[in-house]
């Protein structure tokens, strides 16, 4: 994946405060910094690249010492902190050897951290040239020790959290930017992912906003298929009007995240339909780079945790969707080799599975929709007395935790459980006793009076059911 370009808000800033002039006389005068730290500083200022690399190599201690003492010394100088700040920034990205000798320091992070928190005025730039530094320092050296992961990074991923959390798209841009240039390690990217409330959430309401999902009842609204997006028109932006730009930025700090499957694939589905939404950006994917990015992550996902997630993937009608894409004129290598090997996956998996797994896949993840089976009188009369007995009756539990639910964005769901409760009491008749310990007959009876007549209609054919056993019985 390619190396990313600085977002544009943060690179005008920093020019601005490049060309700005600093009265350095005056500062010296008012003992912000010593007449040996403005030398230091006016011999890298304006000097050639290359000349610069020679003066700082040649006194490393020296400037290692000068930017924590000069932020420290004039702290009160709003100019010149912001100056040392992008000077610093400037020397890092050029200069590697300054990272590691700044890390060397016996507390290197003493002077920086407490700039993050500068301010809460959306007019203070220090926070933002602060985490910048910082994230050069940490990247440039792919510094993993503990000052690094224990100590800084919980705060810096804070910061950067509160920029994604931001209603400016290029606030939330830079924040996405420096998250990736952070997920260079393992170490960072459990920081990370230890911190997702913080970190992960507003990320996963970015891709639920593209792919047109608002966040009161994502998964309902992804399972019912009733998203508000379309793809990208001439503004390049896609539901929620998330850009192009973000919207690639995201995901490829997602897909760097999944190189943690086996540790986060499970938690990363069940707290946020991973599966079940990138499914669906998919769908909408409107760049071949966005589109490699999906179909990576989904692949590193999946093949991380099959037992969990294939079932998922196959309700979500992902294996459909990677035939529809086979199909395009794809030019990227990569994307091609990681859907062959994701459809080939799928294809194996769903090669062994029977209607019965689908059906209790489908019930395991929470949601119904009208699949195959619901309607089918052949699966009911072969399975019917399976559904009941599995695992000491787990599904029938599971069918009644959804019928508690009230379904305001999905009542297919509602009905799709009553025309289930239904078949099951149909077939086995001499069961029912156990649905109505589950408190199924009493909340038929309450959908009765449901306003969807959908609803109404499969509570009043369930209860039929029950009735008509009760009646023969007597």
């Known amino acids: 994946m390619s190396s990313l370009d600085p977002p544009t808000y943060l690179a ?273 994917s409107p760049k071949e780079k966005t589109t490699r990015l999906l179909v990576s992550t989904l692949y590193n996902l999946l093949s991380a945790n099959q037992t969990a997630l294939l079932p998922t993937a196959v309700l979500a009608r992902l294996p459909a969707l990677l035939e529809t894409l086979g199909t395009r004129q794809l030019t990227d290598p990569d994307l091609q080799d990681d859907l062959s090997k994701l459809r080939e996956m799928l294809e194996e998996y769903t090669k062994t599975k029977t209607t019965f797994d689908e059906y209790v896949a489908e019930m395991n993840s929470g949601h119904l929709r009208w699949s195959p089976p619901h309607r089918s009188t052949v699966f009911w009369a072969e399975n019917a007395r399976k559904i009941l007995e599995h695992e000491n009756g787990e599904l029938v539990r599971k069918l009644a935790e959804i019928m508690k639910k009230t379904w305001g964005n999905d009542k297919a769901v509602l009905a799709i459980a009553c025309n289930d409760v239904g078949n099951l009491v149909r077939e086995v008749p001499e069961k029912r006793y156990q649905l109505e310990k589950l408190g199924l007959k009493t909340r038929i009876m309450e959908l009765m009076g449901e306003a969807d007549e959908n609803v109404r209609w499969e509570s009043l054919q369930a209860l039929g059911g029950w009735l008509k056993y009760s009646f023969d019985s007597k």
Request: aromatic share 6%.
């Open 12 to 284: 005008s800033l920093q020019n601005n405060i490049r060309q700005r002039p600093i009265p350095w006389d005056g500062a010296v005068r008012a003992g912000s910094l010593t007449d040996d730290q403005l030398a230091k500083i006016r011999a890298v200022d304006k000097a050639k690249k290359d000349a610069r690399k020679q003066t700082v190599e040649a006194d490393l201690a020296g400037y290692r010492a000068l930017f924590p003492n000069v932020l420290e010394s004039a702290a009160k100088r709003q100019d010149v902190v912001q100056y040392v700040l992008v000077l610093l920034n400037d020397l890092l990205n050029t200069i590697p050897a300054l990272s590691k000798a700044i890390l060397q320091n016996g507390n290197p992070y003493q002077k920086f951290l407490p700039l993050l928190a500068h301010s809460t005025s959306s007019e203070d730039t220090i926070p933002l040239l602060t985490s910048t530094v910082l994230v050069s320092l940490m990247a440039g050296s792919r510094d993993e020790s503990d000052a690094t992961v224990d100590k800084a990074l919980p705060m810096i991923f804070s910061y950067l959290a509160s920029l994604t959390k931001n209603t400016d798209a290029g606030l939330q841009d830079i924040g996405v930017q420096q998250y990736s240039s952070l997920m260079y390690g393992r170490v960072l990217r459990q920081q990370f992912w230890a911190q997702r409330s913080e970190t992960v959430a507003p990320l996963i309401d970015i891709l639920r906003a593209a792919a047109g999902v608002g966040n009161g009842n994502a998964s309902a609204t992804l399972w019912s298929g009733t998203t508000s997006t379309a793809r990208s028109g001439l503004d390049g932006s896609l539901g929620g009007g998330v850009g192009l730009q973000l919207l690639y930025h995201v995901l490829l700090v997602m897909w760097q995240l999944s190189f943690e499957a086996e540790d986060v694939s499970d938690d990363l589905n069940e707290e946020y339909d991973i599966v079940l939404l990138y499914t669906q950006l998919l769908r909408l």
